[in-house]
């Protein structure tokens, strides 16, 4: 007999990422830039991942004066540039928000700062900041992260082997 558990977050996120693919070929966001905010905080992300470009974009539409959140793509060479410490591997494991004062937060983390910076995550911010919680917020996150180009794929096809490294996590 065998057993299957399906994991009902999962199947949520598949839910409601269909929903952005819907929207993202409908009304694409500008994502603002390091030149375009200067001195907001800094979103490096997937720019290969369809989730994640949905994923960005609603953060960008959530940041409301435009001017909190400044997004830059992981493939960027100006991110290896200006922060080398963060591998290339680091990056594709998980987003990093980079504060002004050049504090990093990956993750959930990230998405915990995220929930303090944007109003409209402000509800969220409470149940993000469960004391000794992190740590199961970083799980759920992973779990999504690996699965992120089974959601919705790539936004170009690969070469050879070259998305099997993070297709078969």
């Known amino acids: 007999m065998r057993y299957t558990y399906r994991v009902p977050f999962l199947d949520w996120v598949k839910a409601n990422s269909t929903m952005a693919v819907v929207t993202q070929t409908t009304a694409r966001t500008k994502l603002p830039t390091i030149s375009d905010n200067p001195g907001a905080d800094v979103l ?5 991942c369809r989730f994640c470009i949905g994923q960005v974009e609603r ?5 409301d004066t435009g001017k909190r959140l400044a997004f830059i793509s992981l493939h960027d060479p100006e991110v290896a540039r200006r922060w080398p410490d963060l591998t290339y591997d680091m990056l594709m494991d ?9 504090n990093r937060y990956g993750g959930a983390a990230a998405f915990r700062y995220l ?15 469960i004391p000794f919680s992190l740590p199961l917020w970083q799980w759920m996150y ?5 699965r992120r180009y ?3 794929g790539k936004t170009h096809d690969c070469d ?4 099997a490294v993070h297709l078969n996590k």
Do not use: E, N, T
């Not at 953060?59 to 940041?63: C, E, I, K």
């Not at 050879?160 to 998305?163: E, L």
């Open 44 to 48: 490096i992300y997937d720019g290969d």
């Open 59 to 63: 953060l960008a539409r959530l940041d």
């Open 94 to 102: 998980q987003m990093y928000v980079i504060d002004g004062q050049g």
């Open 115 to 129: 929930s303090r910076k944007l109003p409209w995550l402000w509800v969220l911010a409470p149940l993000m900041h």
């Open 142 to 146: 992973r779990q999504v992260a690996k």
């Open 150 to 152: 089974k959601l919705l």
């Open 160 to 163: 050879g082997d070259a998305c």
